[in-house]
């Protein structure tokens, strides 16, 4: 996502909860990466982990409703 080589603790801390959506593609060539996810987070997470993301209007729209105090 980044377009250059970065260091796996970077794809794997990049949220700060989960790691980047992109961890399997991007490393699964060099080592079992699925088996070590599968290793530290539930199925349940990992499936979040690789869950397209959200549209970005629907984040826009979240954040404003945020800002505004309103959470429905």
């Known amino acids: 996502m980044l377009g250059h080589l970065v260091p796996f603790h970077y794809c794997r801390d990049h949220t700060g909860e989960l790691p ?8 699964h060539e060099r080592f079992a990466v699925h088996e070590y996810l599968r290793g530290i987070y539930s199925e349940e997470e990992i499936a979040r982990i690789v869950s397209p993301p959200r549209p ?5 729209i979240e954040i404003a409703r945020k800002a505004r105090g309103h959470e429905g």
Do not use: E, H, N, V
């Open 20 to 27: 980047c959506r992109k961890i399997l593609d991007c490393w």
């Open 56 to 60: 970005k209007l629907l984040q826009i």
